[in-house]
């Protein structure tokens, strides 16, 4: 996966090493801003309060 | 021995596959982790310290309406998300001190310890409610289990400073909606004593249980130059 990704990256080696940079910065910028959070609000730890049905995976209130 | 050659490549092929995979999931575990336990504490310190800037201001100006008896407060006039007061954990330490958000939703207990709209408004006659995450987003509820009887929990106010003694411990299930009642458990119940509940998760990192505070009013003062409540002297 990543050797076909290495692969495919045009350009020079110093080039093709910050596409990678860049490239993970990407991913990891999904992750904390779009994948983390959704996820997270699934988590049970979150609950708090004391209005939630006890059998529920709803993180809601 | 091209076709053995071959197999073997592929497998070979398949198995560096899976093991980058594997490698690749446990380090957005990993991730997962730093987010949760770092920068959700960073989102929060930053949503906190807009927020007491914001009070801060809307303290300094006048007051919208003549302001003068304990447990007086416009809480009509705050949106949700928006600060409330100011809530001190003296025992468990000088810098426990968090705004408290009007709201109790995911985005509300975000940026602090949130208020249940519809329980009563700090130093009032009832049950004001507050829960506040244990584990994450600043945790500001992280030590409440070492809150004991007798110890001072004080909300500030733009006109003053409510002094609460801790009166008990309680381990309730998550729907434990009574804790809420403006008599605790007791539905309908007309309140006579100006209560305070706080609530968190309990064990750690689960939401198996909640763990509740409560704390009973013991003594409003209202603010001016040089005033502090003696549980928070000395800070």
Not at chain 2, 96 to 118: A, F, I, N, S
Not at chain 2, 181 to 201: E, K
Request: glycine share 8%.
């Amino acid at each position: 996966m990543y050797s076909w990704i290495w692969r495919h990256l045009p350009g020079p080696l110093a080039v093709r090493l910050g596409e990678l940079v860049v490239l993970l910065a990407a991913a990891v910028a999904l992750l904390f801003l779009v994948v983390f959070p959704r996820v997270e609000s699934l988590l049970p730890y979150s609950d708090v309060t004391v209005n939630q049905q006890p059998d529920t995976a709803s993180p809601s209130p | 021995m091209t076709v053995v050659e071959t197999a073997g490549n592929r497998l070979r092929w398949l198995l560096r596959g899976l093991g980058q995979l594997l490698i690749t999931a446990g380090v957005v575990v990993l991730l997962f982790c730093v987010y949760e336990l770092k920068v959700t504490n960073l989102y929060t310190e930053q949503q906190q310290k807009t927020l007491d800037t914001q009070l801060a201001r809307e303290w300094a100006a006048p007051p919208p309406s003549p302001v003068g008896k304990p447990g007086q407060v416009h809480l009509a006039a705050f949106d949700d998300g928006a600060g409330i007061a100011r809530i001190y954990l003296p025992t468990l330490g000088r810098d426990q001190v968090h705004v408290v958000v009007e709201g109790v939703t995911h985005e509300d207990l975000k940026k602090g310890p949130g208020h249940y709209p519809g329980t009563a408004v700090p130093g009032a006659v009832g049950n004001m409610v507050v829960s506040g995450h244990r584990t994450t987003y600043g945790a500001p509820f992280n030590r409440l289990d070492e809150l004991h009887p007798g110890d001072a929990v004080v909300l500030e106010t733009r006109t003053f400073f409510y002094t609460y003694r801790v009166t008990g411990t309680t381990i309730v299930s998550p729907d434990a909606l009574g804790e809420t009642d403006p008599v605790p458990n007791h539905p309908g119940q007309v309140a006579t004593q100006r209560l305070l509940t706080l609530t968190t998760c309990n064990p750690k990192y689960s939401a198996r249980t909640r763990l509740v505070v409560r704390a009973l009013l013991e003594a409003p003062l209202a603010k001016g130059k040089g005033v502090v409540p003696p549980a928070l002297q000395g800070r």
